[in-house]
C-alpha cells in the first residue's frame, strides 16, 4: 500500500495562490496510480477537488475548474495541485488520495470510496 504526505498548506489572502503536494511512498508503482485531491471544512462533507489518472487525464470539480490545475511528477512520486485565486470559501483540510485502479468515468473518480489510500491532510486557510 503507498503511504501519501501532504505539504504546501497555509495561510493566504484572498486572491492568492498556493502549490500543495503529495509525495508517495512505499512499494508503489506511482506511475500507474490515479492521484486525486480532496478537501473537508468544518462540519462539512469530505469533497472532490481534482483527480490526474496514469494517462494524464485530469477532472476538476466545478468549484475549482479554471482555478487549481492538478498535476504528477512520476520520477518524484509527486503529485500537485496547485490553487490560484483563492476565496475564503477553498478553506478547508486537503486530503490526497491514491489508487491503482483505472476508472473511465469521471463520476467514480470523485466519489471518496473509490480511492484506497489516503495523506493525513494539510490545512489551507484563505482570509478575506
Known amino acids: 500500500q503507498v503511504q501519501l504526505v501532504e505539504s504546501g498548506g497555509g495561510l493566504v489572502q484572498a486572491g492568492g495562490s498556493l502549490r500543495l503536494s503529495c509525495a508517495a511512498s512505499?512499494?508503489?508503482?506511482?506511475?500507474?496510480?490515479?492521484m486525486g485531491w480532496f478537501r473537508q471544512a468544518p462540519g462539512k462533507e469530505r469533497e472532490f477537488v481534482a483527480t490526474?489518472?496514469?494517462?494524464?487525464?485530469?477532472y476538476y470539480a466545478e468549484s475549482v475548474a479554471g482555478r487549481c490545475t492538478i498535476s504528477r511528477d512520476n520520477a518524484k512520486n509527486t503529485a500537485y495541485l496547485q490553487m490560484n485565486s483563492l476565496k475564503p470559501e477553498d478553506t478547508a483540510v486537503y486530503y490526497c488520495?491514491?489508487?491503482?485502479?483505472?476508472?473511465?468515468?469521471?463520476?467514480?473518480?470523485?466519489?471518496?470510496?473509490?480511492?484506497?489510500?489516503w495523506g493525513q491532510g494539510t490545512q489551507v486557510t484563505v482570509s478575506s
Open positions: 488520495a491514491a489508487t491503482n485502479r483505472f476508472y473511465i468515468g469521471g463520476s467514480v473518480q470523485r466519489l471518496p470510496s473509490s480511492y484506497a489510500s
Open positions: 512505499g512499494r508503489t508503482s506511482f506511475s500507474s496510480y490515479t
Open positions: 490526474i489518472r496514469s494517462d494524464g487525464n485530469t
